[in-house]
């Protein structure tokens, strides 16, 4: 029987199990994350596989595959940690994917500044630095604003907007574990760069590159940083930015070697140009390729799946068309941590016009800190309607509906 190995298929990589299975494909799947985060994020993980493996390298990978090698028709990638090593094991394997040699470079900051630096595309001043306390000359020498970031991990887990000198006072607060709770070594300090920030979602064959989508992140006022989430809304080409953000998209996945599979590239526009912030080959997380799902005949799962296996997707060269427009609400903590008491309006909100999935993170009792990652949103909602101008007016009043009731002056874990 033919076999699929999906590398750390949680979360929205969940997809990938069904989509193999439906394929009549033998599901392999392996894990690479460490098994304390495993088993508190994900403890039914391994529900759906015909094979579990579990490996932290390339190499154990192999010997763990090893009864399988003769039946496997292709790696994928069911996490954006680990888009970099499923590339790797493909090549490894003989299998079709991404130019191995730029693997690194599309998960890992570092390496991606370097390399879209020498093929010329425009990104933001930067410094690498191996030290907290090289931050600040770091810092000084981008200008502020200046942005800290990790080079590796995910959901914006300890970024860090420095928004002048005083900001300096506050390093020591960096949290010093990614997002996957690996430590890290390296800090990203790079310019921050104003204007529209603006996800793009490919998917690619043979070298060519399809938009299926983009989605703009706003803000509640003139403020343009795009994190932490507020409101995020497909757009569509009337947009003014969509030409010169797609032309430049199809520049990076060149650059990058994407050829084939799925892309999720983010930029900035504003009256210098199109700057890269971040390419990664996989799918979008949050409500993209959910909301893909239930307002369009686009299955991205199974593309990626005929892409990987030499075979061109049904929808490339087809203009993918959606049966709504749609978008997502993110409700902060932006006070202090505390415990929460209630979440006052959320029969309401749940019940709202357009609303087509809620996202309750904490429950009246739990500690809820300052929001900064989208590991610590309190309440989310995605929602549809006729048009873009619907869905931003929808979300406007499901805003109005809701209050986190939060007790500040309660003792956090801290003082445990």
Not at 79 to 92: N, Y
Not at 168 to 197: S, T
């Amino acid at each position: 029987m033919s076999s699929i190995v999906v590398l750390n298929p949680v979360k929205f990589g969940l997809h990938y199990k069904r989509a193999v299975k439906a394929r009549g494909h033998r599901l392999i799947s392996l894990y690479s994350f460490n098994e304390e985060l495993l088993e508190e994020r994900w403890p039914r993980h391994a529900d759906g596989d015909d094979v579990s493996l579990y490996s932290r390298d390339l190499d154990g990978m192999l010997n763990e595959l090893e009864p399988y090698r003769d039946d496997i028709r292709a790696v994928l990638s069911g996490s954006d940690a680990s888009v970099d090593l499923a590339d790797r094991l493909a090549h490894t394997l003989r299998l079709p994917g991404n130019c191995v040699e730029l693997a690194h470079a599309r998960n890992h900051k570092d390496a991606m500044r370097r390399v879209a630096g020498q093929a010329g595309l425009r990104i933001p001043r930067y410094r690498l630095v191996t030290s907290i306390a090289d931050i600040p000359e770091a810092a000084h020498e981008v200008g502020f604003p200046a942005i800290v970031k990790h080079t590796y991990g995910g959901g914006s887990h300890g970024a860090v907007l420095l928004a002048d000198d005083a900001a300096l006072a506050g390093l020591d607060r960096l949290v010093k574990f990614d997002h996957f709770r690996e430590p890290v070594h390296k800090w990203l300090v790079e310019q921050y760069i104003r204007g529209r920030e603006i996800a793009v979602n490919t998917m690619s064959y043979d070298g060519q590159h399809q938009i299926i989508d983009m989605w703009f992140y706003s803000q509640p006022d003139d403020s343009d940083y795009d994190f932490p989430y507020w409101n995020n809304v497909q757009i569509n080409r009337e947009d003014p930015d969509w030409d010169r953000v797609a032309a430049f998209t199809h520049e990076v996945l060149d650059v990058f070697g994407v050829r084939i599979g799925p892309g999720h590239t983010e930029v900035k526009c504003n009256a210098d140009g199109v700057y890269l912030i971040e390419v990664a080959a996989r799918l979008a997380g949050g409500p993209v390729t959910e909301m893909w799902l239930a307002h369009s005949d686009f299955n991205p799962y199974y593309a990626d799946i005929d892409c990987r296996t030499a075979r061109r997707p049904e929808a490339l060269g087809q203009h993918i068309a959606f049966d709504a427009a749609f978008g997502a609400i993110a409700v902060r903590n932006e006070g202090a941590p505390g415990v929460l008491r209630e979440i006052k309006g959320l029969d309401a909100f749940s019940a709202g016009p357009g609303v087509e999935k809620v996202l309750v993170a904490y429950a009246p009792g739990d500690w809820v800190p300052t929001t900064d990652s989208t590991t610590n949103i309190p309440l989310g909602a995605w929602v549809s309607g006729d048009t873009v101008a619907q869905v931003r007016e929808r979300m406007h009043r499901l805003r109005d509906l809701v209050q986190l009731d939060i007790d500040r002056e309660a003792g956090g874990p801290s003082d445990a």
